[in-house]
């Protein structure tokens, strides 16, 4: 039974999104039900377009459930009774909602797209409900009010795996028209450099195209940052230095329950993880090189252009992140121990103090906010929300997020953006 155990959770569950398999469960039924296979072979006219209609009309209802239960879980969640939820008893890892999610009108919208009801050998698939679930939180957002922030992870989600934003790539014209509409924009990425030359190498084709605009005033172009490290090290635009960045101390930003990461303890963490990260090369035989920063820790391969083994990086994260929840200094300074592709770190802090940093910074400078702005007026977007070994998945606490596979997911989620913003203004007029 250990044995058993440690394969069902170790293995499997911490690469699973509880919410989004039970959606798909939920799912599963009707696509049993309605969508035959036999409707293939059909010849008479009409077969499979009614069963396709058939299909999207239960699909369409059982969304309308989860998010009739969504809405009673935001009820429960104002009084602070979120645990006694129907939604949270189904789905115990469910966490905090900062809008609703209309997600009826997003499966319809995603339907048109991806033809999930016309399908009838392949049902309704973990990404088919992950796209939905980004263009539901795109509808509820907009329809809350403005989107005042939208941070973004680096690699994967701007740009492919350990390349750069170049001048070409199409994300660059969607960011641009959110800083023309007076969002603000945040880079929130786990490199950790402190010299503004390298982001400047990740990030040149957006500085450059932030600094050459003529569409954005010199108040809009200052509504660009950088936070590298997960939450570390804060960049801010300014066109008139070397690299377009500024790197800003520590101390002008950081938020007041930061004050208490201590030299001392974030030495104690890292020597810790370093030691477990030795461990875990010896035990799995991995030619790699320890790299030790200043608020960071991780392994890379030794040979460049090798790679490690997928299960090598995720055994190495769970044993890494497990020693270090258990121990006394884990347990009172955050850390995010993460896969990054073809490495493994531990980062000090996580993706949620450097969305609430970006939220502290820019919110400042809105009175109106209460000195920052609100989660659900904040858009995360990135690659990694798995519950182990992903560093997005804790952004999840503080504003609302889109979950992306890939840079051109990432395009494609603006382009809803800006299609539903327009819409909205519109309707204003």
Known sequence: MT????????????RRDQFIEWIKGLLAVPFVLNSQPTGVFETRDGTVRQMAEEAHRRYAEIMQDVEDMIDDHIAHQKVGLQGQSKLKLLVPS??????????????RY??????????????????????ILNTAQLMGATMAGQIDLATFDG???????????????????????????????????????????????RLHGLLEAVKDSTALTS??????????GESNFLFIFDPTAPYLLQHLPRRTWILPSMSTWTQPTISALLDLAESSLRECVANLSLNATILRKERAVGIIPSVPGSRFPRESLEETVLVVQKKLEMSEVGQTLPFCAFNGGNDVFVDIGDKS??????QKYFGSSSPNEGGTIRGDRTLHVGDQFLSA?????????????????????????????VEMIAVRAKKEK
């Open 3 to 14: 044995t058993r155990y440690r394969v069902e959770y170790a293995l499997k569950t911490h």
């Open 94 to 107: 469910i966490g905090i909602f900062f809008t609703r999610l209309p997600l009826a009108d997003a499966f």
């Open 110 to 131: 995603q339907d048109k797209k991806r033809f999930i009801s016309s399908r009838r050998f392949v049902p309704p698939s973990f990404n088919d409900i992950r796209l």
């Open 155 to 201: 690699d994967v989600t701007l740009y492919d795996d350990g390349m750069s934003l170049e001048a070409t790539n199409p994300v660059i014209e969607r960011i641009l028209f959110l800083m023309s509409h007076n969002t603000k924009i945040g880079i929130v990425t786990a490199a950790g450099y402190t010299e503004e030359e390298k982001y400047y190498q």
């Open 219 to 228: 108040t809009q172009k200052k509504n660009l940052i950088i936070m590298g």
């Open 353 to 358: 103090w450097g969305v609430l940093v970006c």
């Open 389 to 417: 070994g992903s560093n997005d998945f804790k952004a999840r606490v503080v504003g609302t997020t889109a979950w992306i596979a890939s840079p051109a997911e990432t395009v494609e989620l603006l382009d809803e953006l």
